[in-house]
């Protein structure tokens, strides 16, 4: 992907209210034709009510939004010809095989029977379902669930197709097969808007990272630039004894003189650091005070760091 690419999509100072909330709360976005762009946030930020205005399944409230060069209020008709939706639970009929799906869609599609017929087996082989085609869709794993769901809404191959947190539930197996699936949409020439509250997840995939909180864009760039937007490096220690955290976290603290974060893992610590050379002599004073260390690691910050510099919390936080 190109950063000067045509834009396919763009949003301008959009609002969606629901009552009283502001769902999106002034969202300007400028997401380049090509490549994964990824929309974090967690739940509540405002990602899906972004994807449903977009896709033109909800009217925007204030502001404007063009989707492949169209005004999704003025002509939805034209965006809905041109892209893909694939939303956070799978939308197939659960007593059809895998097969009569996608043949169904096919055949509202206009495509002939022989031609629906056709098109299923290419995209059932090429999603690893060919073994299970005439399984009901009620038997299938949530893995293959996923893999069919992005099928279908590529029966007809999109221009723009969104996917709205496409592996949330899935086993890492599953997540990783859902990520071979993008990286070949991408390879086809489709634009893919991602919106994921994993950030893992936009790490492997995405060229482009918004980062959205309470329904606004608050920081943009590649993935590369928002970790250098909080830090040179990051430094990750894990105690063998979880015990002896405290005193890990005030020695830390006293060498490096920055804050050092107690992780969610009882025996993790996480410090941010702009003098790498102060970490040279952490390990020795972690010796000498007798706490032994089963992990030492500088590197980049993570996108997780990132998101909680940015908005005070962790991405996986929910939104009330």
Same mark, same amino acid.
């Given at each position: 992907?190109?950063?000067?690419?045509?834009?396919?999509?763009?949003? @301008?100072?959009?609002?969606?209210?629901? #009552?009283?909330?502001?769902?999106?709360?002034?969202? %300007? /976005?400028?997401?380049?034709?090509?490549?994964?762009?990824?929309?974090?946030?967690?739940?509540?930020?405002?990602?899906?009510?972004?994807?449903?205005?977009?896709?033109?399944?909800?009217? *925007?409230?204030?502001?404007?939004?063009?989707?492949? #060069? @169209?005004?999704?209020?003025?002509?939805?008709?034209?965006?809905?010809?041109?892209?893909?939706?694939?939303?956070?639970? $799978?939308?197939?009929?659960?007593?059809?095989?895998?097969?009569?799906?996608?043949?169904?869609?096919?055949?509202?599609?206009?495509?002939?029977?022989? =031609?629906?017929? &056709?098109?299923? %087996?290419?995209?059932?082989?090429?999603?690893?379902?060919? %073994? =299970?085609?005439?399984?009901?869709?009620?038997?299938?794993?949530?893995?293959?669930?996923?893999? /069919?769901?992005?099928?279908?809404?590529?029966?007809?191959? *999109?221009?723009?197709?969104?996917?709205?947190? *496409?592996?949330?539930?899935?086993?890492?197996?599953?997540?990783?097969?859902?990520?071979?699936?993008?990286?070949?949409?991408?390879? #086809?020439?489709?634009?893919?808007?991602?919106?994921?509250?994993?950030?893992?997840?936009?790490?492997?995939?995405?060229?482009?990272?918004?980062?959205?909180?309470?329904?606004?864009?608050? $920081?943009? #760039?590649?993935?590369?630039?928002?970790? $250098?937007?909080?830090?040179?490096?990051?430094? @990750?220690?894990?105690?063998? %004894?979880?015990?002896?955290?405290?005193?890990?976290?005030?020695?830390?603290?006293?060498?490096?003189?920055?804050?050092?974060?107690?992780?969610?893992?009882? =025996?993790? /610590?996480? $410090?941010?650091?702009?003098?790498?050379?102060?970490?040279?002599? =952490?390990?020795?004073?972690?010796?000498?005070?007798?706490?032994?260390?089963?992990?030492?690691?500088?590197?980049? *910050?993570?996108?997780?760091?990132?998101?909680? &510099?940015?908005?005070?919390?962790?991405?996986?936080?929910?939104?009330?």
């Amino acid at each position: 992907m190109r950063v000067d690419a045509p834009l396919a999509i763009r949003t @301008h100072q959009l609002v969606k209210r629901f #009552g009283a909330t502001l769902a999106a709360d002034g969202l %300007d /976005l400028e997401v380049p034709s090509g490549g994964v762009y990824g929309v974090l946030g967690p739940n509540g930020a405002g990602k899906t009510t972004a994807i449903r205005v977009l896709a033109t399944l909800l009217p *925007p409230d204030g502001g404007s939004a063009t989707v492949l #060069g @169209h005004d999704v209020a003025a002509d939805p008709d034209a965006v809905r010809s041109k892209v893909a939706l694939t939303g956070q639970f $799978a939308s197939l009929d659960e007593d059809l095989t895998g097969t009569e799906n996608l043949q169904l869609l096919g055949r509202l599609y206009g495509y002939s029977r022989a =031609a629906a017929r &056709s098109r299923s %087996d290419q995209l059932l082989v090429a999603f690893g379902l060919d %073994d =299970a085609r005439n399984r009901q869709v009620k038997n299938y794993s949530g893995g293959m669930r996923r893999r /069919l769901d992005i099928a279908a809404s590529i029966i007809v191959t *999109p221009e723009l197709i969104f996917l709205d947190e *496409p592996t949330t539930g899935l086993d890492p197996r599953s997540r990783n097969q859902v990520w071979e699936i993008v990286r070949s949409l991408v390879a #086809g020439g489709t634009t893919v808007l991602l919106t994921t509250q994993y950030l893992d997840e936009a790490d492997q995939l995405a060229d482009r990272v918004a980062v959205i909180d309470k329904g606004r864009a608050i $920081a943009e #760039g590649t993935p590369g630039e928002l970790k $250098a937007s909080v830090g040179t490096g990051s430094l @990750h220690v894990r105690v063998a %004894d979880a015990a002896v955290r405290s005193d890990a976290a005030l020695v830390l603290r006293q060498v490096l003189d920055v804050p050092v974060v107690e992780e969610s893992d009882p =025996a993790a /610590l996480t $410090a941010r650091i702009e003098d790498t050379e102060r970490v040279s002599r =952490a390990l020795p004073a972690l010796e000498a005070a007798g706490i032994s260390i089963s992990t030492f690691a500088l590197g980049q *910050p993570s996108l997780d760091e990132v998101f909680l &510099s940015l908005t005070g919390r962790p991405a996986e936080e929910k939104d009330t």
